[in-house]
């Protein structure tokens, strides 16, 4: 048994682990294949929020229907999480793994390979160490990438402290453990070297980078995120730099001083709000207020005029009246957010907001995320539009194929203002005729000469 197949759920940070989970098997001898064809199937699974645990518990169960032969491993967060219960229950799965160091999976498939049906470790969370370099034994930048050409997530940090009452990654991941400087500057010089454009920053809240490793009188410790972008702006090439997830209740404004320094550390700010009810605030563990949420917003966009904004909403938490939901329109509308994404509250085991009372019935907040989602469309679709007419870089990702009821294949890449998967594209038009030959995973220069709903066309020079 030397071949595997990887089924990836859950987040970019997720991601990150299936892509060390990947790199130890190769350098262990493993080599990866189609479902089909491989061995071994490996479940990376995700254990945020209902919908997303039944989704990889579904698969475990339909591999297991479609391949009654192979075995299969179940990692990631899910089994990290309901370690004991899974273990007893779901017989569908040969092994489990949790989110300790991704080195581990060596040991989990040679365990499934010996019949022993207990994976490594899985009740484990990942050492503080661990968040740096997986085991010490690759270098995280030299693992094989799950993202389309050109672009590679960097997580600077593993777990959170904020502890928002809703939300169980610290139950699963831990708290938080910010990696050293010097180790993720050798992981972005190993990307660039390998010819990635886009290096996205992660962490559950890279806001709070580097405060876990200071030791203060008072109690408050200042973010090093601006000491880690004064660092990646030190190095040579033409590449982008994204931020993704920051808490808005210790937004580090440092950070734009860099920016205005460094255009290629992009104006787009990844901020998950969540609400602007006051009350609501309160029980979801949060210091904010949507006055200082817009007063956050206008001191972005007064340095950085170019800004782009994504944050998420969360309606239905328990309690939340129809005024509370109300002060979340309006703040909505105040925000003007270029990208918003919604998720209805899920209850979860083990947080604080779990025996909270006035539970939001589940058909209301379904429909007050329609309310957020359908209010949005307009606001996005205005923003969007700002950009027509502007010259820009693209960073080219991939060719589509021309369907089978005919018309031309087309090209799809992104400009600044369009982080990975989660927002919209930019359509690149006139390739087919214009002689004009685009290179997966390179810059583009191009002019936006329309928008198609939350997309934007593009021309190449």
């Known amino acids: 048994m030397n071949r595997y197949f990887l089924d990836p759920?859950?987040?970019?940070?997720?991601?990150?682990?299936?892509?060390?989970?990947?790199?130890?098997?190769?350098?262990?001898?493993w080599e990866c294949a189609p479902a089909a064809d491989a061995d071994l199937i490996i479940v990376n699974s995700c254990g945020f929020i209902e919908s997303a645990k039944r989704e990889s518990i579904n698969a475990v169960i339909?591999?297991?229907?479609?391949?009654?032969?192979?075995?299969?491993?179940?990692?990631?967060?899910?089994?990290?999480?309901?370690?004991?219960?899974?273990?007893?229950?779901?017989?569908?799965?040969?092994?489990?793994?949790?989110?300790?160091?991704?080195?581990?999976?060596?040991?989990?498939?040679?365990?499934?390979?010996g019949r022993s049906k207990q994976g490594s470790a899985v009740n484990k969370k990942r050492s503080t160490g661990s968040a740096g370099n997986a085991a010490g034994i690759l270098h995280s930048g030299e693992r094989p990438l799950l993202s389309l050409p050109g672009s590679a997530y960097v997580k600077?940090?593993?777990?959170?402290?904020?502890?928002?009452?809703?939300?169980?990654?610290?139950?699963?991941?831990?708290?938080?453990?910010?990696?050293?400087?010097?180790?993720?500057?050798?992981?972005?010089?190993?990307?660039?070297?390998?010819?990635?454009?886009?290096?996205?920053?992660?962490?559950?809240?890279?806001?709070?980078?580097?405060?876990?490793?200071?030791?203060?009188?008072?109690?408050?410790?200042?973010?090093?995120?601006?000491?880690?972008?004064e660092a990646i702006s030190s190095l040579k090439g033409r590449f982008w730099v994204r931020l993704l997830y920051i808490h808005p209740d210790h937004f580090p404004l440092q950070i734009?001083?860099?920016?205005?320094?460094?255009?290629?550390?992009?104006?787009?700010?990844?901020?998950?709000?969540?609400?602007?009810?006051?009350?609501?605030?309160?029980?979801?563990?949060?210091?904010?207020?949507?006055?200082?949420?817009?007063?956050?917003?206008?001191?972005?966009?007064?340095?950085?005029?170019?800004?782009?904004?994504?944050?998420?909403?969360?309606?239905?938490?328990?309690?939340?009246?129809?005024?509370?939901?109300?002060?979340?329109?309006?703040?909505?509308?105040?925000?003007?957010?270029?990208?918003?994404?919604?998720?209805?509250?899920?209850?979860?085991?083990?947080?604080a907001a779990y025996s909270m009372k006035g539970r939001v019935p589940k058909k209301k907040a379904a429909e007050r995320k329609r309310i957020i989602e359908e209010q949005q469309v307009p606001i996005t679709e205005k923003n969007m539009e700002r950009f027509t007419g502007q010259d820009l870089e693209v960073l080219i990702e991939e060719q589509i194929a021309a369907g089978e009821e005919g018309g031309e294949s087309f090209w799809l890449g992104r400009l600044y203002c369009q982080a990975p998967d989660i927002d919209g594209a930019a359509v690149i038009a006139g390739c087919g005729t214009s002689g004009k030959n685009p290179q997966a995973g390179e810059f583009a220069k191009c002019k936006v000469i329309a928008r198609r709903g939350f997309d934007l066309e593009v021309a190449l020079y």
């Not at 370690?83 to 229950?89: M, N, P, T, Y």
């Not at 502890?163 to 993720?184: E, H, M, Q, V, Y």
């Open 62 to 113: 339909g591999w297991r229907k479609l391949y009654p032969g192979k075995k299969i491993l179940l990692a990631g967060c899910l089994s990290q999480r309901y370690a004991k219960e899974l273990a007893e229950s779901l017989v569908e799965a040969d092994g489990f793994m949790g989110v300790e160091d991704p080195a581990h999976v060596v040991q989990a498939v040679s365990n499934i390979a």
């Open 156 to 229: 600077i940090s593993e777990g959170c402290s904020n502890c928002c009452s809703f939300c169980a990654i610290p139950l699963i991941r831990g708290s938080l453990a910010s990696r050293a400087i010097p180790g993720i500057m050798e992981e972005c010089k190993v990307l660039l070297n390998r010819g990635i454009r886009e290096l996205c920053i992660i962490g559950q809240d890279i806001g709070s980078f580097g405060v876990d490793k200071q030791k203060t009188i008072s109690g408050s410790a200042a973010s090093k995120l601006p000491d880690l972008l």
């Open 9 to 29: 759920f859950g987040c970019v940070k997720n991601q990150v682990d299936a892509e060390l989970m990947m790199a130890h098997l190769n350098k262990a001898g």
């Open 256 to 351: 734009l001083d860099v920016m205005e320094k460094d255009s290629r550390i992009l104006p787009y700010f990844d901020i998950p709000f969540q609400h602007a009810a006051p009350k609501i605030l309160a029980g979801m563990n949060r210091n904010g207020s949507a006055e200082k949420y817009l007063e956050l917003l206008a001191a972005i966009r007064s340095r950085l005029p170019s800004s782009v904004i994504r944050s998420t909403f969360l309606p239905g938490f328990p309690g939340e009246t129809e005024d509370d939901f109300s002060a979340l329109l309006d703040f909505q509308k105040k925000a003007a957010l270029d990208w918003l994404g919604c998720f209805a509250y899920s209850r979860e085991e083990g947080t």
